[in-house]
């Protein structure tokens, strides 16, 4: 009989013992998938909310809270604390290529909170790209229709023509946006002025998206605007920085949670692999006794390791992939994750992601094996007499 035929009959020689110690290594690669996956897919998220914002610069009022910078990213209901004038002085200023106003406000639909975005018609389309699915855009600062983003006309089946309440006044739908993977899907936009006007903001904007001519030289022009007002600038990569800041906490410990998960199913596959040697004594010192060498036994126990890690590592995948699919609308309701608009936790299937889980699994089992192999190794042909 070849080592490898030997290995298969003793894996499965107690099956009881077999399927407990998969589980181990399967919920353990399970929560390892699950778990450091939606701490990356939050780090995409707000990494892809950033791009899209289409700012070199962002121009806040001097707000004392640690979380504005996340609100903003998240298109949130922001204070009104920067005047208008403010956005015209740092337009003119050299080296700017657009100052892009946002009044961003909280509001309802069918009672529903929803965010209400105040902006400049003509300059915000050409800013950020934007295509009407449905209907036509806004035409000017005194346009008292509104356009809804593509998410929130299918979540609520809305449609060109229907009437929205705002502070007591009506706003017929005039467009709907097409569809862009983005807080735009799920929010409704209106004219600044008339949304100043509804909401009683006097002439005061949320924040500023600042584009320049030549990025290389964004520390000049954050001095710029700091000098042409009292308000707090920061460069878009500064932005990032500061919410993905505040995300380490969550990554830290989800790192934490799946490193005890991968720790005890490691000692899981230890302690299965010792009973085995304590079962087999007699096999073992047989072994030797006939010529096999120590080597042989070693290579025995470390294959056995490395197979419940190859089986963990696939059935592993298999259960993340699933429970993360089956926990992402939970998990996204949650207030901590949800104030990062609509963030998607859950895992994508991806050839990379497998082959990394099949390795760290294999590599834990192999260097939990190791022990007990090494155990194995050093029985001598006495042990057969003493066990027989």
Known sequence: MNIFKL????????????????LGITIGMAAFVALLSMGNNLRSEV?????????????????????INRSILAGEHLPESIPMEIVGQIADLEGITAAIPYLTLGASVQETPITLVGIMPEEMKAHRGWVIEEGKFLEDDNDLSVVVGFGLAASFELEVGDILTFRGEDFPIAGVLQETDSN????????LGIAQATFGLDNY??????????????????????????????????????????????????????????????????NTMMTAIHERRREIGIMRAMGGKSYAIFSMFILESGLYGILGGLFGFAVGFIVSR???????????????GNPDTAVTFSGGLLFVVIGLSVLISTISGLYPAWRASKLTPMEAIRNV
């Open 47 to 67: 990494t892809q909310q950033a791009d899209d914002l289409g700012a070199d610069i962002i121009v806040m009022g001097r707000v004392d809270c640690p979380f």
């Open 326 to 340: 089956l926990a992402a609308p939970l998990i996204e309701q949650n207030e901590f994750v949800a104030v990062l």
């Open 205 to 270: 904007v949320s924040f500023i998206a600042v584009t320049v001519d030549d990025i290389t030289n964004t520390e000049r022009y954050v001095a710029a605007i700091r000098d042409v007002a009292n308000v707090s600038v920061s460069s878009n990569e500064e932005l990032l920085n500061s919410v993905l800041l505040i995300l380490g906490s969550l990554d830290i410990t989800l790192q934490l949670i799946a490193s005890v998960s991968l720790i005890a199913a490691a000692f899981g596959i230890i």
């Open 7 to 22: 290995v298969s009959k003793n894996l499965f020689r107690r099956k009881g013992r077999f399927i407990f110690t998969l």
């Open 184 to 191: 735009d899907d799920i929010s409704v936009f209106m004219s």
